[in-house]
C-alpha cells in the first residue's frame, strides 16, 4: 500500500476532513472537498509540496493543492484533525500493551530550512541552518503536540506548552524529556499544575543537591549536597504570585513558553524567577534521590524518551518528498508544515495499528497462543510494508473493512504491560 491509502482509509474511518473548510465562513466552493483535502495534506504532510504532489497525483494541479492549503485549512484545524485521529487511536485495545496514556515524553528534531529566514539559526549540535520540530509523544506512541521552534531556545521552555494545550482524551500528569526538557524554573511551574517532571539528564551527577537547611546531615549521602539550603522563606513570600500565574496560564491568558522567556530575560532582577527556581531546586533534589535510588524509575524515563526518538525518525521517514528541506520562509507556513507531517504520521499509526490487530486476531483465531512479552514489544512505527515512490491514485470509493477497536483483547489486568504509575511520593522534607 502507499501513504495515500492509508489517509484515504483513515478518513473513511473517522471523517477527520470535516475540521477543514473556508477560512472566510461562507460555503465551500470545492467539487471534491474531501479529494482535495487530502492530496493537500498528502502533498504537504510528505514534504512532496504543491507541485510534486500535482505531478504524482494527475489529477489536481499545483495551484488548486496550494489554494486549499491557503483559503481552507490552518495550524488550528490541522489540531482539530489531529485530535481526531488520536482520541479514535484511543478506543483501541492493542496500545493499551504498550502505555497507560498516563506518561508522555517531549524531545526535538531538527528540520532544514534556508539560510535567509527569520526562524532559521545555526544548529550546533545537528550542524547547519534550520528550525526544531518539537513533539510531545505518549507511551502509546501516538503524537499529542507538535510545535516548530527555533535552534537556538532552550527546550525547556516549550515543554509545557504541549500538555497545557492537549485537548485530545488522552490526559497525562507525568512528563519525560532530555537535558534540554528541564531546568529548576520548569520543575517549580511544572509542580504547580500537578505535572510531574521526570527527565532523563546528561551528566546529572555535576547538578546541586540543596539542604532544607544548614544544619541537617546525612548519613552516607551528605557529599552530594551543597551546603546552600532551600530558601524557604522566598518560597512563602512569592507562592501566592506564583499561583496566580499558574492560574493566568490555566485561564489562556498567556503561555508557559511566554512566562519563561520573559522571566528568564530579567532572572537577575526578578525575584518571582527566583521563588520559581527555588521551589524548582525542592523538587528536582527530591527526583534526583528516588532517580537514584529507583531502577524501575530509571527504566520507564529510558523507554519513554526512546519512544520519542523512534517517533522522530518516523516522521523524517514520512516527510520523504525533496531533500527534507521545509521551503516555506512564513513562520506560520512552517508551523502547519509540522502539524500536516504529524497529521500523516498519526494516520499511518493509526493504520498500522489497526492492520497489526486484525493480524494478532486472525493468528488467534488460527489457535496461536500470543506472548504477552512480544506484545508489550511490538511498534507502530514499521512502514516495509509502505511504498513512497511512484504515481499514486486517489480512489475516493475505496471502502476499506469496517474497524473493531476491541478486535484484540485487552491485558489480564488494566495496563498490566504498561509502565506502571509513579506513585507520587511524600516529600522529603516539610515546608517549615
Not at 524567577?273 to 520507564?300: K, N
Not at 493468528?363 to 506472548?371: A, S
Request: proline share 5%; aromatic share 12%; charged share 20%.
Amino acid at each position: 500500500m502507499n501513504i495515500l491509502d492509508a489517509l484515504t482509509d483513515t478518513e473513511y474511518w473517522l471523517n477527520w476532513t470535516r475540521s477543514f473548510g473556508p477560512i472566510s465562513g461562507f460555503d465551500g466552493k470545492l467539487v471534491e472537498p474531501v479529494a482535495a483535502y487530502l492530496a493537500t495534506v498528502f502533498g504537504y504532510g510528505c514534504l512532496l509540496g504543491p507541485s510534486q504532489a500535482a505531478r504524482s497525483l494527475g489529477t489536481f494541479d499545483r495551484r488548486q493543492i496550494a489554494w486549499v492549503n491557503l483559503r481552507h485549512i490552518t495550524s488550528e484545524t490541522l489540531e482539530l484533525a489531529s485530535r481526531e485521529v488520536i482520541n479514535a487511536y484511543r478506543r483501541f485495545a492493542l496500545p493499551r500493551w504498550w502505555g497507560s496514556g498516563k506518561h508522555v515524553s517531549a524531545d526535538g528534531t531538527k528540520w532544514d530550512l534556508y539560510e535567509q529566514n527569520l526562524l532559521s539559526e545555526y544548529h550546533l549540535r545537528y550542524g547547519g541552518y534550520g528550525g526544531i520540530g518539537y513533539y510531545h509523544v505518549a507511551d502509546t506512541y501516538i503524537a499529542l503536540f507538535s510545535h516548530f521552534i527555533p535552534c537556538g531556545v532552550w527546550e525547556a521552555v516549550y515543554i509545557l506548552d504541549g500538555l497545557l494545550k492537549n485537548q485530545s482524551d488522552y490526559q497525562p500528569d507525568t512528563l519525560h524529556a532530555d537535558t534540554q526538557g528541564q531546568s529548576e524554573a520548569v520543575f517549580g511551574l511544572a509542580t504547580l499544575f500537578g505535572i510531574q517532571l521526570m527527565p532523563r539528564i546528561r551528566n546529572w551527577k555535576h547538578l546541586k543537591f540543596y539542604r532544607p537547611s544548614r544544619d541537617v546531615r546525612y548519613t552516607h549521602i551528605d557529599e552530594l549536597f551543597c551546603e546552600t539550603p532551600i530558601n524557604w522563606t522566598l518560597i512563602a513570600t512569592h507562592l501566592p504570585d506564583m499561583l496566580r500565574v499558574a492560574l493566568s496560564i490555566k485561564a489562556g491568558r498567556l503561555t508557559a513558553s511566554t512566562l519563561l522567556r520573559r522571566l528568564n530575560s530579567y532572572s537577575k532582577k526578578n525575584k518571582l524567577y527566583h521563588a520559581f527556581c527555588e521551589l524548582g531546586r525542592m523538587i528536582r533534589t527530591g527526583f534526583l534521590l528516588r532517580y537514584v535510588a529507583d531502577e524501575e524509575l530509571r527504566t520507564t524515563i529510558h523507554a519513554a524518551t526512546n519512544k520519542n526518538e523512534a517517533f522522530n525518525a518516523f516522521v523524517q521517514w514520512i516527510a520523504f518528498g525533496g531533500d527534507g528541506t521545509i521551503r516555506e520562509n512564513d513562520r506560520l507556513e512552517q508551523q502547519k508544515i509540522i502539524r500536516y507531517n504529524q497529521l500523516v504520521a498519526n494516520c499511518v499509526i493509526f493504520y498500522n495499528v489497526h492492520a497489526v490487530s486484525e493480524v494478532l486476531h486472525a493468528l488467534q483465531q488460527e489457535g496461536q497462543v500470543i506472548d504477552e512479552a512480544a506484545l508489550a514489544a511490538l511498534s507502530p512505527y514499521i512502514h516495509h510494508h509502505i511504498d513512497r515512490f511512484g504515481h499514486y491514485h486517489l480512489d475516493l470509493s475505496r471502502t476499506p473493512p469496517a474497524i473493531d477497536y476491541d478486535r484484540f483483547p485487552l491485558p489480564t489486568t488494566p495496563d498490566s504491560s504498561a509502565p506502571s504509575l509513579l506513585v507520587q511520593q511524600p516529600p522529603l522534607w516539610s515546608m517549615p
